[in-house]
């Protein structure tokens, strides 16, 4: 359940950190630009090809979200908060989302969803 929710809150919080990050750097070099023109090129390119890695952090912080869900999920336990999930058809939260399965389990605690893939659901 910890771990899930560290890892979900890294998800939340890295693709603004990056952005902020790149504009800081856009900042910078606009700053130099004009007194190093090779420095800039320089942090462009570095910007560029920065990218690739960041993605690929990204991508692994979703899969190993998606991983930590699915294992509370084959549990029957929620991964936010560890309460059990509903199985019985009233208590399922219907997905809105035609990605997802029409009915996925809702938790009995705090109501969160999820797919069978470990996807978070808006409900």
Aim: aromatic share 10%; proline share 7%.
């Amino acid at each position: 359940m910890l771990p899930y929710r560290i890892v979900r809150w890294i998800n939340d919080v890295y693709p603004v950190l990056v952005l902020f990050l790149y504009i800081g750097l856009a900042g910078v070099t606009f700053a130099i630009c004009f007194l190093m023109p090779p420095a800039a090129i320089i942090s462009l390119i570095f910007a560029i090809f920065a990218l690739i890695p960041a993605t690929v952090a990204w991508k692994l912080l979703k899969a190993s979200e998606h991983f930590l869900a699915r294992s509370a999920i084959r549990d029957d336990r929620c991964p936010e908060c560890g309460y059990e999930l509903a199985q019985d058809p009233d208590r399922t939260a219907v997905a809105s989302n035609d990605d997802v399965p029409a009915v996925c389990p809702c938790c009995l605690g705090c109501g969160a969803a999820f797919s069978a893939d470990g996807t978070r659901v808006a409900i």
